[in-house]
Nanobody, 119 residues
Framework: QVQLQESGPGLVKPSQTLSLTCTVS??????????WSWIRQPPGKGLEWIGYIAYSGSTYYSPSLKSRTSISRDTSKNQFTLQVSSVTPEDTAVYYC???????????WGQGTQVTVSS
């Protein structure tokens, strides 16, 4: 059974960098052919896909967030990390990490973590 757990600050000041880590257990983030993703849901809105880091280590980002987003990984800890720079209150959301299969199914999700951008 694969489990994902998000961790990181719940409050970030405007213009700072948001940083979240997803710790994965029950499966390796280097296993073919999975894509380890970040997804967020702003209050009152739908889910928004942020980007992923693949089993190979390659990354892909949503065009709308690409200029401010970075996803990296630590294979020794089986973790992957999201950074979003220059945050504004519009980045306030529940942030989820998830495993995505080659058929684009999100088959495992973390429980989500609330991040609020406020001074």
């Amino acid at each position: 059974q694969v489990q994902l757990q998000e961790s990181g600050p719940g409050l970030v000041k405007p213009s700072q960098t948001l940083s979240l880590t997803c710790t994965v257990s029950g499966g390796s983030i280097t296993t073919n052919y999975y894509y380890w993703s970040w997804i967020r849901q702003p209050p009152g809105k739908g889910l928004e896909w942020i980007g992923y880091i693949a089993y190979s280590g390659s990354t892909y980002y949503s065009p709308s967030l690409k200029s401010r987003t970075s996803i990296s990984r630590d294979t020794s800890k089986n973790q992957f990390t999201l950074q979003v720079s220059s945050v504004t209150p519009e980045d306030t959301a529940v942030y989820y990490c998830a495993r995505v299969t080659v058929t684009l199914d999100c088959d495992y999700w973390g429980q989500g973590t609330q991040v609020t951008v406020s001074s």
